[in-house]
């Protein structure tokens, strides 16, 4: 079993930043991708930043430039910093691992930026 806790959510104002972390734990010997999605009300899951085991990163063209995402060593821990944020980057950020072929994700963190 994995286990994946976020941290950091909360409300900030646009143009304001937020940290949200993840933190993997239980049997695993390795992770290959971990990420970062987010799901606002009446939309559909939507990928935000993705880092792999060899640091390779990838990110939705709506956050380029604003948020980074970091970690997935040793300590199974993944960081998204965000920047510059909008209005409409509210909604619900899910970490997710992918550990050999099976998909993980968090509970779910708020994230509401205001206008």
């Known amino acids: 079993q994995v286990q994946l806790v976020e941290s950091g959510g909360g409300l900030v104002q646009a143009g304001g930043s937020l940290r949200l972390s993840c933190a993997a734990s239980?049997?695993?010997?390795?992770?290959?991708?971990m990420g970062w999605y987010r799901q606002a009300p009446g939309k559909q899951r939507e990928l935000v930043a993705t880092v792999t085991s060899w640091g390779s990163t990838n990110y939705a063209d709506s956050v380029k430039g604003r948020f980074t995402i970091s970690g997935l060593n040793a300590k199974k821990t993944v960081y998204l910093e965000m920047n510059s944020l909008k209005p409409e980057d509210t909604a619900v950020y899910y970490c997710?691992?992918?550990?050999?072929?099976?998909?993980?994700w968090g509970q779910g963190t708020q994230v509401t930026v205001s206008s």
């Open positions: 239980g049997r695993i010997f390795s992770i290959n991708v």
């Open positions: 997710n691992a992918v550990v050999v072929s099976n998909n993980y």
